[in-house]
């Protein structure tokens, strides 16, 4: 086994490659002799190789003397859903979100849907699986794996709390699910209300993601944003949403099929929740800021930056009682939804958004395009092993870059604001006038860039091509369009 697969915040590499389906055998041990469950939630998303890894966790389990609460096909969210309503003492969904369909993994939490983190007992467990031996340990106890327990009616009451949804206004909207479950969901959720679904894209789950372009079911991918693009373009839609593989995640684009950026999304359901509560801390990453920041202090709320990654994202708003978080990446979580992350409620706050207040999505995010343009996060594939060395490059030309650079604590990767001159600062910011973050992926082999300004879309493109210029002349290969660019072709 590559212990390479245990990764921040959940485990995922090749299958047959890094792993076989006996070291997920090890792990289901190792996860027991750790947090010492007496019952255990598991379910697995669509991939071909997902109930082959079910059986072997499951069998792990059991051998282990644990007692099995089968969710059989799921989405990590419903996972999430599963743990706090049935009380089990943890849970595993076998997953590899929006990866192709070669790779898998798992996400893992304790009880409450607590997650288990590089820092809260992953790295434990990939010591512990090690030194699990298969000796005496297979068929202990000889019991079966139950029967799938149904709570789909139960998970859909759940996120029907959310919102009134007889109290939506009409809309047509696009649906793409990337093959994953998230259609047939929505599908269950959305019947009977106004909203009508004018187009559906690879709704039907499909492990083998073979119709997706590239085989990839990441919205985020240029050619995949393009379809849901087109959809909207074609059917003339009010707005489209789009989830990654495992439904955790979830994206929208606006009745022009222009994408809208994550941190506007926040900002959007920041100020909702705020104002319907009254007050509240919200969580962020450092990768877009800005909109989110105003947002918040706007509507009285607590703005809290935070490390990217469902498990840390969770954790903190475990420990301050948040209201709400949100990340670049698609990630939305809620303190109603026991602090996790959710693929559905997003869409529908987004719909009450719209119809409580009788705008379209464009015409809520545009003023934020306007006063906050965002890069998108732009990736750079680099050796692993110069990736850290090209962090350190562009760090040692902070002051290259621009003018009066002030350092951000380091709360993910590298953060710094810019002043494009001391007569220049802008008053609704106090912090500058364009700022940089840049990371390294938590999943994927790559450097993340994100770039913002205050109400300046030229010195936005003029940045960001400055510091991808300065990556890729150490060796970084460009893996996203620039925005503009992909604007400009459409």
Sequence with gaps: MNLDIFRAYDIRGIFGVDFEAIDFYRIAHAFVDRFQPKIVALGHDVRKSSPMLFQK??????????????????????LYFAVVHYQTDGGIVISASHNPAEYNGMKLVRRHATPISADTGLLDLRNASEKVTLSGKQKKHGRAIPEPVPFLDAYLKHLNSFTDLQQLSSKRIVINANSGLAGQIAERLLAGTLIQICERLFTQPDGTFSKIPAGRPDPLRPEN????????????????????????????????????????????????????????????????????????????????????????????MQETDALFAGEASGHYYFRENFYADNGMIPLLLVLEYLSQNRTSLAESVDRLRAVYPVSGEINFSFETHHMRNAMGVVQQEIYALGNHPCMEMPVDGLSVRFHTSLRRLDNRSGHGNWRFNLRESNTEP????????????????????????????????????????????A
């Design 57 to 78: 966790v499951a069998e792990g389990l059991i051998d282990s003397g644990v007692n099995i609460l089968n969710l059989g096909q799921i989405s990590t969210d419903m």
């Design 446 to 489: 790559l450097l993340r860039l994100n770039v913002e300004t205050i109400g300046d879309e030229g010195l936005l493109i003029e940045k960001t091509m400055r510091i991808s210029e300065k990556l890729e002349s150490i060796g970084g290969k460009r893996q996203t369009k620039f925005r503009w660019e992909s604007e400009k072709s």
């Design 225 to 316: 944003r393009e379809l849901t693009t087109m959809a909207v373009k074609r059917t003339k839609a009010d707005l489209a949403v789009a989830w990654d593989a495992d439904a955790d995640r979830c994206f929208f684009f606006d009745e022009n099929g222009v994408f809208v950026e994550g941190c506007y999304i926040t900002a959007l359901l920041a100020e909702k929740l705020l104002r319907e509560k009254g007050e509240g801390t919200v969580i962020f990453d450092p990768r877009a800021v800005w909109a989110v920041e105003n947002a918040v202090v706007s509507a009285n709320g607590t703005p809290l930056l935070n490390r990217c990654g469902h498990s840390f994202i969770k954790s903190h």
